[in-house]
């Protein structure tokens, strides 16, 4: 194996990896928020905050995935 196959198999496992711990985080609140009796101003807010933050996650290790797989194409 070459660098550039490590470094080609290192973003998917980033990738993949980001995809699956993301998803979970997101179907995770979203069912918790729909789960829940008693809906609050302030729990809207932390819902929204924390389905924003696993969407930024996987956004950023797609981004480092991305940068990865552009150096093991070179």
Not at 19 to 28: D, Y
Not at 35 to 62: H, Q, R, Y
């Amino acid at each position: 194996m070459n660098i550039s196959t490590g470094i080609y198999r290192l973003a998917q496992i980033i990738k993949w990896f980001g995809r699956v711990i993301g998803g979970f985080w997101f179907v995770g609140v979203a069912i918790t928020f729909l789960n829940s009796t008693d809906i609050t101003p302030a729990l809207k807010s932390d819902t929204i905050f924390f389905l924003g933050s696993s969407i930024i996650f996987v956004l950023t290790t797609e981004a480092i995935a991305w940068v990865l797989e552009g150096f093991a194409n070179d």
